[in-house]
């Protein structure tokens, strides 16, 4: 079974800092793996899609890399803002029988304060 | 364009009650997908619709469960006399296709409290 994880499960930063949030997964043999954004009570937002033979994305001040063999990802946000504060979720497709499915891990509780 | 659409966005029930939760999804999208988020746990997969394939029904956690999706847009999960441990946020997904390389799009999720 493939399991997800994120480190770290909080994070809290002054406005303007550059910073890195990590997730993990188990099963190397992803699909695809996407970044979530996740306000208090509300859905999620997709940020970021990186294909299993893609290295990174770019969206404005966001940048998402994949190492695929290592089972690992990076989001990196830079001059972090307080409308970033949110919960960032990463989660990966497997192909197979699970088709679609996402794997999410837990998510990282980010708070930029001004 | 509009996204995926859910409706209530909040259900306050009593123990032992049916509820009903709708989905609608992006207009085109072919796969639909509904995830669970409880208190302190992951989103945890339920089920997932592609076309007129039976569904992967293998995430639904009891058989109190079911789930149908008519036309192959609007869906709606059925939880069968409820427990407080129903108590969580249902999320909607849905996608362009049933690939696993298919950008999934959310909906705001209900929140259920079985009291």
């Known amino acids: 079974k493939q399991e997800v994880t994120q480190i770290p499960a909080a994070l809290s930063v002054p406005e303007g800092e550059n910073l890195v949030l990590n997730c993990s997964f188990t099963?190397?043999?992803?699909?695809?793996l996407q970044w979530f954004r996740q306000d208090p009570g509300k859905g999620l937002t997709s940020l970021l899609l990186?294909?299993?033979?893609?290295r990174e994305q770019t969206s404005g001040r966001l940048n998402a890399s994949l190492d695929k063999s290592s089972g690992r990802s990076t989001l990196y946000i830079a001059a972090s803002q307080p409308g970033d504060s949110a919960t960032y979720l990463c989660?990966?497709?497997?192909?197979?029988?699970?088709?679609?499915?996402?794997?999410f891990g837990r998510g990282t509780q980010l708070t930029v304060w001004p | 364009g509009a996204g995926v659409s859910q409706s209530p966005s909040n259900k306050v029930t009593e123990k032992g009650k049916d509820v009903e939760l709708r989905c609608d999804p992006i207009?085109?999208?072919?796969?639909l997908y509904w995830y669970r988020q409880s208190l302190g746990q992951g989103l945890e997969f339920l089920i997932y619709f592609q076309g007129n394939s039976a569904p992967d029904k293998s995430g639904l956690p009891s058989d109190r469960f079911s789930a149908e999706r008519t036309g192959g847009s609007v869906s709606t999960l059925t939880i069968q006399r409820t427990q407080q441990e129903d108590s969580a946020v249902y999320l909607c997904?849905?996608?362009?296709?049933?690939?696993?390389?298919?950008?999934?799009?959310f909906g705001p999720g209900t929140r259920l409290t079985v009291l």
């Open positions: 997904a849905s996608s362009l296709g049933g690939g696993a390389h298919n950008e999934q799009f």
């Open positions: 990186i294909q299993s033979s893609q």
């Open positions: 989660a990966v497709s497997l192909g197979g029988s699970t088709l679609g499915r996402l794997y």
């Open positions: 099963d190397s043999a992803i699909y695809n």
């Open positions: 207009s085109g999208h072919t796969a």
